[in-house]
């Protein structure tokens, strides 16, 4: 199981999409769950999104309806669909693999994040 990648942060302006990706080889086969975070400068870390092996995904309350969770498992790699982006998602955005429930065999991993900037 390697270490996640991240990619697909940017500067876009307010109202605007991004499409985040998280590449994990290994992320299928160790049966992983994922997870997003986030943190804005000078603030803590949060929590943002997650799924799980058998694709039961979760979010913040902060971005339910605008953010949106999948995965393509022949490709290792989870993605966050971002619209309506407001400022306040500012952020650099991190994934996480851990431990996907039974049968997992999963490491704790974090990639080393993504900078999106939402900005006129």
């Known amino acids: 199981q390697a270490q996640p990648v991240e990619s697909g942060g940017g500067l876009v302006q307010p109202g605007g999409s991004l499409r985040l990706s998280c590449t994990a080889p290994?992320?299928?086969?160790?049966?992983?769950?994922m997870a997003w975070y986030r943190q804005a400068a000078g603030k803590q870390r949060e929590w943002v999104s997650g799924?799980?092996?058998?694709?039961?995904?979760t979010y913040a309350e902060s971005v339910k309806g605008r953010f949106t969770i999948s995965k393509d498992n022949a490709k290792d790699t989870v993605y966050l669909q971002m619209n309506s982006l407001k400022p306040e998602d500012t952020a650099m955005y991190s994934c996480?693999?851990?431990?996907?429930?039974?049968?997992?065999?999963?490491?704790?991993?974090w990639g080393q994040g993504t900078q999106v900037t939402v900005s006129s």
């Open positions: 290994g992320f299928t086969s160790n049966l992983c769950a």
């Open positions: 799924i799980s092996p058998f694709d039961t995904t």
């Open positions: 996480k693999t851990m431990f996907g429930g039974i049968g997992s065999n999963c490491q704790i991993s």
